[in-house]
């Protein structure tokens, strides 16, 4: 009797104790539910305003950028256009310029006080001026928005023909953003790859243009190939002037940091007495332009390539621009508004369409006076380069009619 007593006090105290373990372990099974769900709930809250953050940001610049358009067909920004879109976009221009370090999109150009206003060639128009610095700022300070993409065009040359001050003024287009410094990348730094390359560009949102600009390049034999291999289709512009003026201006370039080197006669021949040029001398040989270009023209069309004269960018530099502007399938944004020609330096300066400030101009080492050179070794030079110049018509299918120059004497 007591054997089955105490079975029965077992049995019945079996069960309770199952029932509250089980009762307890779905409890914690259920707490640890609830708080799972209630973590991913708050993440989940947490992703959605951060994407909503940044879709309000991207759709506030675009619609920032479009107002910054010009409407009419002035070519040029109101800048009461941009004082208003400022006002009713403040905080979006104000993390704009937060985020970017409000990059200054001016490096190498100085300001120099404005010259009276002239006429040069009859051309009245060269009194011209550049876009609003503030500008600049809120269209390309884009570091932190938008992708680091390669270049769809690249200034490949030629050096002292003009390239600095066609890139700046380029810069001054909303759709353009280009690198400041000459990266040299297909020339002395290939081997570093593309993704280094890459990282050297600006920012770019839809619809504007990456840049860089290298004049070593169309003197460089691997360039060609190696431009092709990253971009079949890319456009290459290439500024070219008088080939004995640019040999000066390249000589005059290189005298003001080596005052101790020869003088331009003696560096320019092998053997004076005879007449016999030295083709050999980097400042000669790279207004051959034909041999160069023919390189080129083995991996990629005329099509692709622009060639922009160096005389015409100064006397008629919103003539030489609006090519530019279309060959990059660009709107005529810069015009001769943004011009003012500084008859001190003898080239145009940047400045505001519309504005008496001072026009920014390039830096000291741009419009050095170049030294007195023989009127012979002149005459020689031109006779040395006419049939080469020749071949380079040919092959451009363009006059640039340097054969008619004789005087030089600004860099």
Not at 26 to 55: G, H, I, K, W
Not at 246 to 261: C, F, G, M, N, V
Request: net charge positive; with cysteine; glycine share 4%.
């Amino acid at each position: 009797m007591a054997f089955w007593s105490s079975t029965s006090v077992f049995t019945s105290k079996v069960p309770r104790k199952i029932l509250f373990m089980f009762t307890l372990s779905l409890s914690v099974t259920y707490l640890f539910y609830s708080l799972m769900n209630c973590y991913n709930s708050f993440q989940f809250q947490e992703n959605y305003v951060y994407q909503a953050r940044l879709v309000t940001e991207e759709t506030t610049f675009v619609t920032l950028r479009e107002k910054l358009y010009p409407t009419s067909s002035q070519g040029y920004f109101d800048e009461k256009i941009i004082e208003n879109t400022a006002t009713e976009q403040t905080i979006a221009v104000s993390s704009f310029r937060n985020n970017a370090g409000v990059e200054e999109k001016t490096a190498g150009w100085a300001r120099a006080p404005a010259a009276p206003t002239s006429s040069v060639s009859g051309h009245q128009h060269l009194e011209f001026s550049t876009t609003d610095s503030e500008l600049r700022r809120v269209v390309n300070c884009t570091s932190d928005y938008g992708e680091k993409k390669l270049p769809q065009a690249i200034i490949i040359g030629v050096k002292k023909g003009g390239t600095r001050a066609l890139l700046e003024a380029l810069r001054v287009h909303p759709d353009v953003r280009a690198v400041g410094n000459e990266p040299h990348f297909f020339d002395r730094n290939y081997e570093k790859g593309l993704d280094w390359y890459r990282e050297l560009m600006p920012s770019t949102l839809e619809g504007q243009i990456t840049m860089e600009k290298t004049p070593s390049y169309f003197v460089t034999n691997s360039a060609p190939k190696r431009i092709h291999s990253m971009a079949r289709d890319i456009k290459l512009i290439i500024v070219v002037r008088n080939p004995v003026t640019r040999a000066i201006s390249d000589y005059t370039q290189t005298l003001s940091k080596r005052p101790e080197i020869p003088t331009f006669e003696v560096l320019a021949f092998k053997n004076r007495t005879l007449g016999l040029i030295d083709a050999s001398w980097s400042a000669l040989r790279i207004g051959i332009y034909a041999l160069h270009l023919e390189s080129w023209m083995q991996y990629f069309p005329l099509s692709q390539m622009h060639f922009v004269s160096g005389e015409r960018l100064i006397v008629d530099p919103a003539g030489e621009m609006a090519k530019v502007q279309d060959f990059l399938g660009l709107k005529r944004i810069v015009t001769d508004k943004h011009f003012y020609f500084n008859k001190t330096k003898g080239f145009p300066c940047l400045k505001k369409p519309e504005d008496s400030s001072t026009p920014r101009c390039l830096g000291k080492s741009k419009g050095r006076t170049h030294p007195t050179i023989d009127p012979n070794v002149i005459c020689k030079l031109h006779k040395f380069y006419k049939p080469f110049n020749m071949m380079f018509y040919q092959m451009t299918g363009q006059n640039f009619q340097w054969e008619l120059e004789e005087n030089v004497s600004r860099d």
